[in-house]
């Protein structure tokens, strides 16, 4: 990824959450958890653009038989802590997804932190997988200590 880029994305992520956390502060009274919930929606939906979205599309409905939707996937449902580890070490087995059989490797995105997967995954679940709460940092570090290599 270019690096320029990378550091545009970092100073939105940063605008974005200074403008959320005024937002709610301002509007509502949000709980820290609720702000820190929509840190982490937003921070995930702009990783997924850049490391997910390619494939998985920006609708997370997946490309034409080679790579398996997100919204609305069993998959994701019944295999949050594989989901967590494919994302930072990628995945070559076959899996399927809504009755489908995908054999497309997931490539390894390594220079994820627990932190990143988190957001991602926070993103996507809330998104796409019937969860409103945030995929906590901590739980995801223990799950990625634990994955296969």
Same mark, same amino acid.
């Given at each position: 990824?270019?690096?320029?880029?990378?550091?545009?994305?970092?100073?939105?992520?940063? @605008?974005?959450?200074?403008?959320?956390? =005024?937002?709610? *502060?301002?509007?509502?009274?949000?709980?820290?958890?609720?702000?820190?919930?929509?840190?982490?929606?937003?921070?995930?939906?702009?990783?997924?653009?850049?490391?997910?979205?390619?494939?998985?599309? #920006?609708?997370?409905?997946? *490309?034409?038989?080679?790579?398996?939707?997100? =919204?609305?996937?069993?998959? *994701?449902?019944?295999?949050?802590? @594989?989901? @967590?580890?494919?994302?930072?070490?990628?995945?070559?087995?076959?899996?399927?997804?809504?009755?489908?059989?995908?054999?497309?490797?997931?490539?390894?995105?390594?220079?994820?932190? =627990?932190?990143?997967?988190?957001?991602? =995954?926070?993103?996507?679940?809330? #998104?796409?997988?019937?969860?409103?709460?945030?995929?906590?940092?901590?739980?995801?570090?223990?799950?990625?200590?634990?994955?296969?290599?």
């Amino acid at each position: 990824m270019n690096y320029n880029l990378m550091n545009k994305l970092k100073m939105k992520i940063i @605008l974005n959450c200074f403008i959320l956390t =005024a937002f709610c *502060l301002i509007t509502t009274s949000c709980s820290q958890e609720e702000v820190k919930l929509k840190q982490y929606y937003i921070d995930g939906q702009a990783l997924y653009k850049i490391h997910c979205a390619n494939c998985h599309q #920006e609708n997370g409905q997946g *490309l034409a038989g080679l790579y398996p939707p997100i =919204a609305g996937s069993d998959f *994701l449902q019944k295999n949050k802590e @594989l989901v @967590l580890c494919s994302m930072r070490n990628g995945l070559k087995d076959t899996i399927v997804v809504n009755g489908k059989t995908y054999r497309q490797p997931m490539p390894a995105n390594t220079q994820l932190q =627990a932190l990143d997967v988190a957001e991602i =995954a926070t993103y996507i679940y809330n #998104e796409w997988g019937n969860e409103k709460v945030i995929t906590d940092v901590k739980s995801v570090q223990k799950v990625l200590e634990n994955c296969k290599k």
